[in-house]
């Protein structure tokens, strides 16, 4: 396993479009190496999310997972540990939520992205396997921006506008309602 260089926004990288893979692939040595080492990359940064372009491979794959600590606020729910391959999102339902994110791509910053509510994705898994799940609130939002990055898209490109854009350290000295530290994603 290896931890992995992290592409920061400027990197062309980041705004190419990803290639999806077909199952073949995705139970190569390749990509199953990837996969490691990009879980092991995630919790090197401590990020809730990571997608493939952010080290540099331009293939449809992210993953993500967080398990809160004891002092993170109930807000940050888990989020189970995931490995998607060629994610589709359907938006379940039309409620939107605007909150707080951050990317490992745009260090140190932190704004407000509204996001749907409720999502069903569609993806492969890791074993190749064709898997559907339904996610809700902060699991939604991280999946939402992870295949956001499989399109070349950006959190700030998300934002309705830019007022809420906040250093790290200033959001936890001054964001209303939250102490805590928003993982990066
Ligand atoms: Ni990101």
Known sequence: MSILKVARMGHPVLRTRTRPLDVGEVKSARIQQLIDDMFETMAEYEGV????????QSVRLFV???????????????????????????????????????????????????????????ALDRRGKRVELVAKGFTARVIQHET???????FFDRMKDFQSLTFLEEFSRYASGRSEVVPAE
């Open 64 to 122: 993500a997972g967080f398990t809160p600590g004891p002092d993170d606020d109930a807000e940050h729910e888990r989020v189970p540990l995931m490995a998607l391959i060629n994610p589709e999102i359907t938006i379940e339902a039309p409620e939107i939520i605007e909150d707080w994110e951050g990317c490992l791509s745009i260090p140190d910053i932190r704004g407000k992205v509204p996001r749907a509510r409720q999502i069903v994705v569609r």
């Open 49 to 56: 999310g990571l997608a493939a372009p952010q080290v540099h």
């Open 148 to 154: 956001d990055h499989l399109d070349g898209v950006l």
